[in-house]
T-cell receptor
């Protein structure tokens, strides 16, 4: 089974609107971390936001927030007030605890296009 | 100094060549990673080093040979590659705890002719 699933290959959003990028995960480990990365066309993966499995509140970083629904095993990224510079690939990732703590599992990504 | 650097940024090589990719991190991290990113495919973890020891080899062909002389440097030695090995090779580092994020370098775009 896939550890991380991103079901939206591509998304369009109007500038200044909010957009939600979906991510579901699969793990039986009670301790894990969830991450979102942005990859512009230049190629570099840029860390955006982190959510720990024991965190009670949803993570927020500026215009980014993570809608963490533990029972549903979903960790959607919400970008508020989209900007043209937000156009990029977005990857959801997970890291488990225990012996596998050095492994990161990545989804296939969502390509976001922000329209002026 | 930026956090994670990679050289070269672009590399074109023939199938009989031998080349090396270099990664350096200036973040004091203990773990370093090599990933391969091909077009239209998810990011593939290749190797993981933790405190200079290899902890993960994700069934990578032997034509890719990693080397980690210390916690700050990671190399990927390439020999007799195939055209399908053309991809973006990303290096990352992290502190090593399960809550710690990875920080990536800019990548090396490799083309094998």
């Amino acid at each position: 089974a896939q550890k991380i699933t991103q079901t939206q290959p591509g998304m369009f959003v109007q500038e200044k609107e909010a957009v939600t990028l979906d991510c579901t995960y699969d793990t039986s480990d009670p301790s894990y971390g969830l991450f979102w990365y942005k990859q512009p066309s230049s190629g570099e993966m840029i860390f955006l936001i982190y959510q720990g499995s024991y965190d009670q509140q949803n993570a927020t970083e500026g215009r980014y927030s993570l809608n963490f629904q533990k029972a549903r095993k979903s960790a959607n990224l919400v970008i508020s007030a989209s900007q043209l510079g937000d156009s990029a690939m977005y990857f959801c990732a997970m890291r488990e605890g225990g012996d596998n703590f050095n492994k990161f599992y990545f989804g296939s990504g969502t390509k976001l296009n922000v329209k002026p | 100094e930026t956090g994670v650097t990679q050289t070269p940024r672009h590399l074109v090589m023939g199938m009989t060549n031998k080349k090396s990719l270099k990664c350096e991190q200036h973040l004091g991290h203990n773990a370093m990673y090599w990933y391969k990113q091909s077009a239209k495919k998810p990011l593939e973890l290749m190797f993981v080093y933790n405190f200079k020891e290899q902890t993960e080899n994700n069934s990578v062909p032997s034509r890719f040979s990693p080397e980690c002389p210390n916690s700050s440097h990671l190399f990927l030695h390439l020999h007799t590659l195939q055209p399908e090995d053309s991809a973006l090779y990303l290096c990352a580092s992290s502190r090593g705890g399960h809550t710690d994020t990875q920080y990536f370098g800019p990548g090396t775009r490799l083309t094998v002719l």
